[in-house]
């Protein structure tokens, strides 16, 4: 682990090299050190400020450099929050966030990526908003996120997910350069070894395929070691034709079960396998955390001050990463909230930019960061090792 984190600490500072130096902001906003926390032009920023006024600032010298862009926009569902009243008309809110994407896909890298959060009352509005701005062949997908586990028995339905909307400024770059996921206990656990292969832990997948797309030479008997004939289930084929698998079993690369006369499977060694998993669209609290779980880190964080009503934990924010980012890689949230995205880019070995208006760009965002520094032990630390570290600038926008 400690390995990892320090070549993960050598490719930040390579790619730092090449992020613009924050010096040219001043003329737009002022650096305030009393805010700014550790290393200095680290390459990380928190700039409290409306946040289309800040990414108009940011585009002479971002625009195509950010990596990742996440935002969490009110979700117009017309609630009162602790920090922000979310309640105005619909065409005014999908005009308000489809002005400050225009502006974010500017920024963002050729292959790179943005990630809205959402739930049911405006997803499909935006997804059609962005479709325009966008295009829609890079579109990417609609990941739902189970944000809660228990049952909410007040309403018609209890509502228990959520979206995020993926979409890339290059679809075809991005997936390219998309990074799969590790492969988890469970999927480690399907790879064996019963017949002591000296080529190590493997599992068995199937060796038949549907009738339909078959040719004559995929349709015939196969005999087992011990005897016992096999024909393709009906309906069905076999993938190889029968000089094919017989090349196959000759490797020792089919399994006909302990005894010898089981179907014969396709052995797939771990060490074949590609290095991770392909991300799904289906992403469960259990992995990648709810609202519950990320109350609790705020607790941790802020006793005694009003907590956020809807924090995102920071183990779905690292999945996001993981999938679209690599260290030293440059991320994007422009309503940051509780300051989960910088927390979180922060201890991945990733650069930030964080914009938020409120007071809790202060109160939650620059605090929560100067504890992250301070190597702060709660959301994703254990997983990637974070004991803390670097630093960031805090700005402060000019007022006209």
Not at 13 to 30: G, I, Q, R, Y
Not at 197 to 207: A, F, T, Y
Not at 210 to 223: C, L, M, N
Not at 337 to 360: L, P, Q
């Amino acid at each position: 682990m400690l390995v990892m984190i320090m070549e993960a600490m050598q490719m930040t500072v390579k790619s730092k090299s090449n992020t613009p130096k924050n010096t040219f902001l001043t003329a737009n906003m002022t650096l305030t050190p009393n805010l700014s926390y550790g290393q200095p032009n680290a390459g990380n920023m928190l700039i409290k400020g409306e946040n289309l006024t800040v990414l108009e600032c940011l585009l002479p010298k971002y625009a195509g450099l950010i990596r990742c862009v996440y935002i969490d926009p009110p979700y117009n569902n017309q609630e009162k929050y602790t920090h922000y009243l979310d309640s105005g008309s619909h065409e005014t809110w999908l005009q308000d966030v489809s002005l400050r994407i225009k502006l974010l896909v500017e920024l963002l890298s050729t292959g790179g990526s943005i990630w809205i959060s959402i739930d049911d009352n405006e997803v499909h509005y935006l997804k059609v908003a962005v479709d325009k701005i966008m295009g829609r062949n890079n579109f990417i997908t609609t990941i739902i996120w189970q944000q809660r586990t228990t049952r909410e028995n007040r309403n018609v339905f209890s509502n228990n997910h959520e979206y995020l909307l993926v979409y890339a400024k290059n679809a075809k770059d991005f997936k390219a350069a998309r990074n799969l996921l590790p492969l988890t206990p469970k999927v480690r656990s399907r790879y064996r070894n019963p017949d002591n292969d000296p080529r190590g832990p493997w599992q068995s997948v199937s060796l038949n395929a549907q009738a339909g797309h078959g040719v004559p030479s995929q349709f015939y008997d196969v005999v087992a070691p011990n005897g016992r004939r096999h024909s393709p289930p009906k309906g069905r084929c076999w993938i190889y034709n029968q000089e094919r698998l017989q090349e196959e079993i000759r490797k020792n690369n089919v399994w006909f079960g302990s005894d010898g006369n089981g179907v014969p499977r396709l052995k797939r060694f771990l060490s074949n396998t590609q290095c991770g998993l392909t991300p799904d669209t289906l992403w469960i609290g259990e992995d990648v955390g709810t609202n519950s779980m990320a109350k609790k880190h705020m607790l941790k964080l802020f006793p005694g001050q009003p907590l956020f009503d809807t924090p995102k934990p920071e183990q779905l924010i690292h999945r996001i990463l993981k999938i679209s980012t690599n260290p030293g890689d440059l991320v994007l949230d422009a309503y940051l909230g509780s300051g989960t995205t910088s927390a979180v880019a922060h201890k991945m070995g990733r650069c930030y930019i964080g914009i938020e208006d409120g007071e809790h760009a202060i109160t939650h965002c620059a605090d929560r960061m100067k504890q992250v520094i301070d190597g702060e032990s709660g959301g994703i630390s254990n997983t990637v090792g974070w004991v803390g570290g670097g630093g960031y600038d805090f700005y402060w926008l000019n007022r006209k």
